[in-house]
């Protein structure tokens, strides 16, 4: 066996190892993306639990949503709370609430 045998028996080996390691890659690549799905799904359930506890425990809160949702007006203290509530920016937000901040 000559040198340039066992070169050559050196590059099919070590083609067949960037393949393993490629295959390897793309295994890692798939769980961490189902992963980050599963991380913000439980994230966007855990924030509408939040919301939903806010809700039923606050009947104030409660009123200022169905308002919102029926487009009744809002006094400059109902659009703050509700702004704050969803973090909302002050350029965001409509109502004379954060009128005086933009």
């Known amino acids: 066996m000559t040198i340039a045998d066992l070169g050559a028996i050196g590059e099919f080996v070590e083609s067949i190892l960037v393949l393993v390691t490629l295959i390897y ?28 506890a806010l809700l039923a425990a606050n009947q104030d809160f409660a009123d200022i949503i ?9 006094s400059s203290t109902e659009w703050m709370r509700y702004g704050m509530r969803h973090r909302l920016t002050p350029t965001c937000a409509r109502g004379p609430a954060v009128t005086w901040w933009i």
């Open 66 to 74: 169905v308002k919102v949702l029926d487009d009744d007006e809002l």
């Open 25 to 52: 890659l793309a295994i890692q690549i798939h769980q961490t993306k189902q992963s980050l799905q599963s991380a913000s799904l439980h994230s966007g359930i855990s924030s509408m639990s939040q919301n939903n």
